[in-house]
């Protein structure tokens, strides 16, 4: 289980920097140690950074049975051909060799709910986390050292089962609770690998 750091060492300004920019932090520079820079070019973080996470083996009907929708009253099917939101989470987790899962609901494919999961090292986890902890919205209730924010109508949950880290999306979730369904089932599907017991916050 990671151990949390009793102070914050992230300002609150860090939280603009893409999840992209805090994994790519965390792989390391060249072989001989240092970073090898050029002074006539400037590339993105992102943009050359190999991926630090492992691939996750269960596939989204595991992740997510179909029971687990029933909560909501509506059907949901997964979606093969959708990808994630260029610059969102989910499209971070794709990068990392995540899994990334979209399902609409039966009669109106414009609900969604996005989930990716990425198994990732312990010092990318510790950044992300800490990150989210300055943001606030820490949820308890998710079992995991979890967070949820609502911005412009779409809830975002996210959990971290260590060494995974779990984030879902939908205008379902319109706050914490709507999204436990799915984090509860995301959880326990990669258990017993996934720490079931929470990290502290503080």
């Known amino acids: 289980m990671t151990t949390r750091r009793s102070a914050r060492a992230i300002s609150v300004a860090a939280l603009a920097v893409p999840a992209a920019l805090v994994l790519a932090a965390c792989s390391g520079g060249d072989s001989g140690g240092s970073p090898t820079r050029t002074p006539t070019t400037a590339p993105s973080a992102s943009a050359t950074a190999a991926p630090i ?22 059907q949901f ?65 998710y079992r995991v050292e979890g967070y949820f924010a609502l911005t412009d109508d779409v809830g975002r949950a996210d959990a971290f089962a260590d060494p995974y880290w779990i984030t879902t999306s939908s205008t379902l979730f319109t706050e914490p609770g709507s999204a436990q369904p799915v984090v509860d089932a995301v959880r326990q599907a990669l258990a017993p690998a996934a720490s079931s017991t929470a990290t502290p916050a503080g």
């Open 53 to 74: 996470g492992k691939r996750i083996s269960q596939t989204c009907a595991e992740l997510v049975p179909d029971t687990t929708f029933a909560v909501y009253g509506k």
């Open 77 to 141: 099917e997964l979606d093969a051909s959708a990808t994630p939101e260029k610059g969102s989470a989910a499209a971070k987790i794709a990068q990392q060799r995540g899994r990334v899962c979209v399902f609409h609901e039966v009669s109106d494919e414009s609900m969604t709910i996005t989930l990716a999961v990425a198994d990732l090292p312990e010092k990318s986890l510790t950044n992300l986390k800490d990150a989210l902890y300055e943001r606030g919205g820490s949820v308890p209730t």
